[in-house]
Each structure stands twice: as structure tokens, then as C-alpha cells.
């Protein structure tokens, strides 16, 4: 079971990204999705997320309203659509499954798949 980040890139301030999630392995698509960042030296920051069964979605105060996930199952691909995008927001992201939460969630203990993450720079 594989999850794999693509989209990451430097973006000027106030720009917009589209980071992709493309899962494999999965016999179904019957996992949460969530989405994470790392900055270095900090602790993995939880973003957004999108439930398995009843597509419930919840986003972190720092990403609501400007940030927007979605899911193509037929793709099995999760996307991330990040716009108004500042400099606090540097940092590598990550998308991870869970095959077993009812909806979703984003503490990273609840998930036990990983991708490799992608970079995204915000800067002028």
C-alpha cells in the first residue's frame, strides 16, 4: 500500500498549488485521507482531511477558507487546492491513510500509510 505526493513547488505569495495523493495497493476506497505539513525543527501539523464513506472533510483554523480537499476515487487520488498561499505555509506535505477511522481526522497517529511527502515554498 502506497501513497505518493506530487504538485509541490515554489509559489510567490498569495499564488495557488494543487498537490495530488495517488494511492495504490488500496483494494478499495474505503480510507481517510489527511493531509500534513512538517516544517523543520517542528512537530507534523495537521491540515485537512476527507472522510472514506460519507466524504466529511475538516480543515485546521490556519488552512480554512483559503485550502481545498477533494477526492477523485475513480483516480484514487486526493487532491489539496491551496490558494492565497503565504509564507508560513513553507513546509513539506504529506498525505497519509487510514483504513480504519469512520471519518477523518488529522492526528497523525491515526493514520498508518505515508507518502514520501512534496515540498512547497512560498516566496518571493
Known amino acids: 500500500l502506497q501513497l505518493a505526493e506530487s504538485g509541490g513547488a515554489l509559489v510567490q505569495p498569495g499564488g495557488s498549488l494543487r498537490l495530488s495523493c495517488t494511492a495504490s495497493?488500496?483494494?478499495?476506497?474505503?480510507?481517510?485521507i489527511g493531509w500534513f505539513r512538517r516544517v523543520p525543527g517542528k512537530e507534523r501539523e495537521g491540515v485537512t482531511c476527507i472522510a472514506a464513506i460519507d466524504g466529511s472533510i475538516y480543515y485546521s483554523d490556519s488552512v480554512k477558507g483559503r485550502f481545498t480537499i477533494s477526492r477523485d476515487n475513480a483516480k484514487k487520488t486526493v487532491y489539496l487546492q491551496m490558494n492565497s498561499l503565504a509564507p508560513e505555509d513553507t513546509a513539506v506535505y504529506y498525505c497519509?491513510?487510514?483504513?480504519?477511522?469512520?471519518?477523518?481526522?488529522?492526528?497523525?497517529?491515526?493514520?498508518?500509510?505515508w507518502g514520501q511527502g512534496t515540498q512547497v515554498t512560498v516566496s518571493s
Open positions: 497519509a491513510a487510514s483504513t480504519w477511522l469512520v471519518g477523518c481526522s488529522i492526528v497523525t497517529y491515526e493514520y498508518e500509510y
Open positions: 495497493g488500496f483494494t478499495s476506497d474505503d480510507y481517510a
